[in-house]
């Protein structure tokens, strides 16, 4: 069943228009550089723009904006931006508030134009003395109230960015993007991140949907208190045919991936809502997809794999639990892994094919492509959606 449905997805993709160049946004972060040295190995065919992850900027009470990390900034900043440059690929500038607290407190009403508006101009300053490309806003978990204020940021940011370009006489301008926890588009709401107005143009230039760390469809998000898919295909088919419904711009959205899986003990004392592996409240560990892979390899280890249909998702289930290369022994209690191949990630880009923006990854190190064949299968894949396929 979940062949067919794939090779379903894949029609959907080849029909239509000509073949045309999209777009592929993937985050780079610490473990890239420190713990693999990926960077090296990166596979630029498959990359049109790096978001640099490894040291992004961010915004105190104040209003002030610096690197979150000065030494990684100091060591990675400019050589990301020269691998990226060198390789064909845009990069560009995550910027984070340094807690929920302050972001509540900044975006509060009466909104305080003039210190967003000075915050905005630093941090668009910043990443283009640096010459990043643009500026990603990631800032999650934002309350109803705080929606003018964000807003009111983004557009700051859209405006300092457009001036700089202006007075630097770019050929293209320096890019704002901000991302948007899918759930939200799952349960239609759009109180606080208004797809409609982020992807009308005046605002910024494209939402970067993060459609991962969700859930069963069936079941409310939040919690772990079962083992549940990280990227359900049918969770992202609802989300942005909601979003899309709610006057959103599919060319403006960039559909999110991940790259990484997750890896649950089953120890509820409570039945699950859904699945068959109730937890103890966030007994829950994010892996690398190629561990977790390798992890369905081991001989002799009792684990069984399959996949769900419905959501696209590999299913790991080890009754004795999941032994995962390089990690301590298994627990000796049943753990259940949700995690993605080249197959499923297919299947969730053929949602991006037609009239969207693109789709994008978090985070590369996560998939090595010269690791296995596996590996190399998925970032084939995601070469083959750039390139029009």
């Given at each position: 069943?979940?062949?067919?449905?794939?090779?379903?997805?894949?029609?959907?993709?080849?029909?239509?228009?000509?073949?045309?160049?999209?777009?592929?946004?993937?985050?780079?972060?610490?473990?890239?550089?420190?713990?693999?040295?990926?960077?090296?190995?990166?596979?630029?065919?498959?990359?049109?723009?790096?978001?640099?992850?490894?040291?992004?900027?961010?915004?105190?009470?104040?209003?002030?904006?610096?690197?979150?990390?000065?030494?990684?900034?100091?060591?990675?900043?400019?050589?990301?931006?020269?691998?990226?440059?060198?390789?064909?690929?845009?990069?560009?500038?995550?910027?984070?508030?340094?807690?929920?607290?302050?972001?509540?407190?900044?975006?509060?009403?009466?909104?305080?134009?003039?210190?967003?508006?000075?915050?905005?101009?630093?941090?668009?300053?910043?990443?283009?003395?640096?010459?990043?490309?643009?500026?990603?806003?990631?800032?999650?978990?934002?309350?109803?109230?705080?929606?003018?204020?964000?807003?009111?940021?983004?557009?700051?940011?859209?405006?300092?960015?457009?001036?700089l370009s202006a007075r630097a006489g770019r050929l293209t301008a320096l890019t704002l993007s901000v991302t948007v926890y899918a759930p939200k588009l799952v349960l239609s709401?759009?109180?606080?991140?208004?797809?409609?107005?982020?992807?009308?143009?005046?605002?910024?230039?494209?939402?970067?949907?993060?459609?991962?760390?969700?859930?069963?469809?069936?079941?409310?998000?939040?919690?772990?208190?079962?083992?549940?898919?990280?990227?359900?295909?049918?969770?992202?088919?609802?989300?942005?045919?909601?979003?899309?419904?709610?006057?959103?711009?599919?060319?403006?959205?960039?559909?999110?991936?991940?790259?990484?899986?997750?890896?649950?003990?089953?120890?509820?004392?409570?039945?699950?809502?859904?699945?068959?592996?109730?937890?103890?409240?966030?007994?829950?560990?994010?892996?690398?997809?190629?561990?977790?892979?390798?992890?369905?390899?081991?001989?002799?280890?009792?684990?069984?794999?399959?996949?769900?249909?419905?959501?696209?998702?590999?299913?790991?289930?080890c009754p004795g639990g999941a032994p995962i290369p390089g990690f301590p022994q298994p627990p000796g209690q049943r753990q259940q892994a949700w995690f993605e191949n080249h197959a499923t990630i297919a299947a969730k880009m053929a949602l991006a094919a037609n009239g969207y923006k693109g789709v994008?990854?978090?985070?590369?190190?996560?998939?090595?492509?010269?690791?296995?064949?596996?590996?190399?299968?998925?970032?084939?894949?995601?070469?083959?959606?750039?390139?029009?396929?």
């Amino acid at each position: 069943m979940a062949s067919h449905l794939f090779a379903l997805l894949a029609l959907l993709a080849c029909s239509g228009a000509a073949a045309a160049r999209r777009e592929s946004h993937v985050a780079v972060d610490k473990f890239c550089i420190e713990a693999t040295g990926q960077l090296t190995s990166l596979r630029w065919d498959a990359i049109t723009s790096l978001s640099q992850a490894v040291a992004p900027i961010s915004v105190d009470a104040t209003g002030a904006v610096a690197p979150a990390d000065a030494a990684l900034w100091a060591q990675w900043s400019a050589p990301l931006v020269a691998a990226a440059h060198g390789n064909g690929s845009t990069v560009v500038l995550p910027l984070h508030i340094v807690s929920k607290p302050v972001a509540a407190a900044l975006f509060a009403s009466p909104v305080n134009d003039t210190l967003l508006a000075a915050a905005a101009a630093a941090a668009a300053a910043l990443a283009s003395s640096n010459g990043y490309d643009g500026v990603q806003l990631d800032i999650e978990g934002l309350q109803v109230a705080s929606a003018a204020g964000y807003e009111a940021f983004v557009g700051a940011m859209k405006r300092a960015l457009d001036a700089l370009s202006a007075r630097a006489g770019r050929l293209t301008a320096l890019t704002l993007s901000v991302t948007v926890y899918a759930p939200k588009l799952v349960l239609s709401d759009f109180a606080t991140y208004d797809v409609r107005r982020l992807t009308d143009g005046t605002l910024c230039d494209f939402v970067f949907l993060m459609g991962y760390d969700m859930g069963w469809l069936e079941v409310p998000p939040g919690g772990a208190q079962e083992a549940k898919p990280n990227a359900p295909l049918d969770g992202l088919i609802r989300g942005l045919a909601n979003a899309v419904a709610a006057g959103a711009a599919p060319a403006r959205m960039v559909l999110g991936l991940p790259l990484y899986g997750k890896l649950y003990t089953c120890d509820g004392t409570a039945p699950a809502r859904m699945g068959n592996c109730s937890c103890a409240e966030k007994n829950m560990q994010n892996k690398k997809v190629d561990l977790l892979q390798a992890a369905a390899a081991v001989p002799g280890s009792g684990c069984t794999s399959g996949v769900d249909a419905a959501t696209a998702s590999l299913v790991l289930d080890c009754p004795g639990g999941a032994p995962i290369p390089g990690f301590p022994q298994p627990p000796g209690q049943r753990q259940q892994a949700w995690f993605e191949n080249h197959a499923t990630i297919a299947a969730k880009m053929a949602l991006a094919a037609n009239g969207y923006k693109g789709v994008g990854f978090w985070t590369a190190d996560g998939v090595q492509s010269g690791g296995s064949a596996e590996g190399k299968a998925t970032w084939d894949a995601v070469a083959e959606f750039v390139a029009g396929g």
